[in-house]
């Protein structure tokens, strides 16, 4: 059973930076891929980032891609979210999620562990 809980979200302005962070518990979270998703309001939750359970494998949104960085730190049970040159259409809830088996379509449906989500807001 993995547990995740988010960090790190904030009220920040276009053009700035923000980091989230997400522990997961237990002793075996080097055997989960790892991904981020975002829901804002009124809309879809969707997909942001993914991580495979090495760290080799980076895949990203188009809409997010070049400016967040996904990576992970497996001795510390972390996956961090670095996001940079965040713009408004950023707002969102971000969930941290986790899947014991191999993703291959980045879809809510293969990962089977949630956060509860942590608020990031962008003013323009």
């Known amino acids: 059973q993995m547990q995740l809980a988010e960090s790190g979200g904030g009220l920040v302005q276009a053009g700035d930076s923000l980091r989230l962070s997400c522990l997961g518990s237990?002793?075996?979270?080097?055997?989960?891929?790892m991904g981020w998703f975002r829901q804002a309001p009124g809309k879809e939750r969707e997909f942001v980032a993914h991580?495979?359970?090495?760290?080799?494998?980076?895949y990203y949104a188009d809409s997010v891609k070049g400016r967040f960085t996904i990576s992970r730190d497996n001795a510390k049970n972390m996956v961090y979210l670095q996001m940079n040159s965040l713009r408004p259409e950023d707002t969102a809830v971000y969930y941290c999620?986790?899947?014991?088996?191999?993703?291959?379509?980045?879809?809510?449906?293969?990962?089977?562990?949630w956060g509860e989500g942590t608020q990031v807001t962008v003013s323009s």
């Open positions: 999620a986790a899947s014991r088996n191999q993703v291959s379509s980045f879809t809510q449906r293969e990962y089977g562990y």
């Open positions: 237990g002793r075996s979270f080097g055997l989960y891929d």
């Open positions: 991580i495979s359970l090495t760290g080799v494998n980076t």
